[in-house]
């Protein structure tokens, strides 16, 4: 990379999310990646709308359904698309995410995925409850209300 390069930015959104659920905990999370996944990911080929993320029985969060494709110029050491990767947080996180998801039955969800300034790969997760067909229906009518002060 030359001086004059400058960086690209990775942000990854699961924009599906906030219309399925209701966020109540934000955290960032590392990801352990095999060799060719960074480089995927670099190039933007990541899929989070359908990912979620459980526990084993060792109390480690692993995320699931999330779609980073194969590397464009991996050869046959290239990763699996669609493989279960372990989620990397402190222990006081790991045991407040355990016992909210258990106890009052909550889904921990992918929001983002993003590679901060030292170039490791990060994905913010959220402590959600799924939304009622009336709340996603309240929720448009305040987008449409919002939307149509801002244009008067």
């Known amino acids: 990379m030359a001086k004059d390069d400058k960086p690209v930015i990775i942000n990854i959104k699961n924009r599906r999310a906030s219309h399925e659920y209701t966020f109540l905990a934000k ?3 590392g990801v352990m ?5 960074i480089k995927s990911i670099r190039e933007g080929n990541v899929n989070l709308t359908d ?16 779609r980073i494709a194969p590397y464009s110029l991996g050869t046959y050491n290239n990763h699996d698309a669609m493989r279960a990767r372990k989620l990397l947080l402190n222990k006081r996180e790991l045991k407040q ?7 009052q039955g909550l889904t ?3 929001l ?5 300034d030292r170039g490791f790969a990060k994905i ?3 402590l ?17 209300q919002k939307r149509d002060m801002e244009r008067m």
């Open 128 to 144: 959600a409850q799924g939304k009622k067909l009336f709340d996603k229906r309240n929720d448009l009518k305040e987008k449409a």
């Open 51 to 66: 990912g979620y993320c459980t526990f084993d029985h060792k109390g480690d969060l692993w995320i699931h359904s999330i």
């Open 112 to 116: 983002r995925l993003f590679v901060t």
């Open 108 to 110: 921990i969800i992918p």
């Open 33 to 37: 990646l095999q060799g060719t996944e």
């Open 27 to 29: 955290y960032d999370a």
């Open 124 to 126: 913010e997760i959220a």
């Open 97 to 103: 995410l355990a016992g909210k998801s258990v106890d």
